[in-house]
């Protein structure tokens, strides 16, 4: 991949991007809330059945508890790096698609082709516009 074809930021519509990795983090964090009371709940049950009703749960949830908040912590940041990287291959296209088709309107020209990188979606997307381009491009000769 040549430099020329790099997007120079990660960020490229703030709005969109953060909804889509906030939303993720919001997921993992309801999955991890669900897994630490069901993991807690079985474990003091055994333990309790164990010893015949003489353990006391309390140190073991403030553990678990503040051990579970450290790991989604943990998990957050990695979610952060990989929505962002996940949603810039995304919506990255969409800028540029909406870019060139903008230049052209001002310029009141065909749009020149779209061209994305391998890792990108909406390949399908350019190329049909490429396709309609060129048709367009036909009928002007």
């Given amino acids: ?14 709005r969109a991007q953060w909804t889509y990795v906030l939303r993720i ?14 993991t807690a709940t079985t474990t003091v049950l055994s333990l309790q059945s164990d010893t015949g009703g ?7 949830w403030h ?7 450290f790991l989604c912590l943990i998990l957050a940041a990695g979610l952060i790096f990989i929505g ?3 949603s810039h291959q995304i919506f990255g296209p969409a800028y540029h698609i909406q870019r060139v088709f903008l230049e052209a309107l001002a ?13 990108d979606e909406f ?7 490429n396709a309609w381009i060129d048709a367009q491009k036909d009928n002007r000769q």
Avoid at 63 to 69: G, M
Avoid at 110 to 119: A, D, N, V, Y
């Fill in 84 to 86: 962002i990287r996940i």
């Fill in 54 to 60: 003489m353990i006391q749960p309390y140190g073991y």
């Fill in 25 to 38: 983090i919001a997921l993992e964090i309801s999955v991890a809330i669900v897994a630490t009371l069901l």
């Fill in 107 to 119: 310029n009141q020209e065909i749009p020149s082709k779209i061209h994305l990188r391998e890792h």
């Fill in 1 to 14: 991949m040549s430099k020329d074809n790099r997007r120079r930021q990660f960020i490229i519509n703030p």
């Fill in 123 to 129: 390949h399908d997307v350019a190329q049909t516009i």
């Fill in 63 to 69: 553990n678990l508890i503040a051990s579970s908040v």
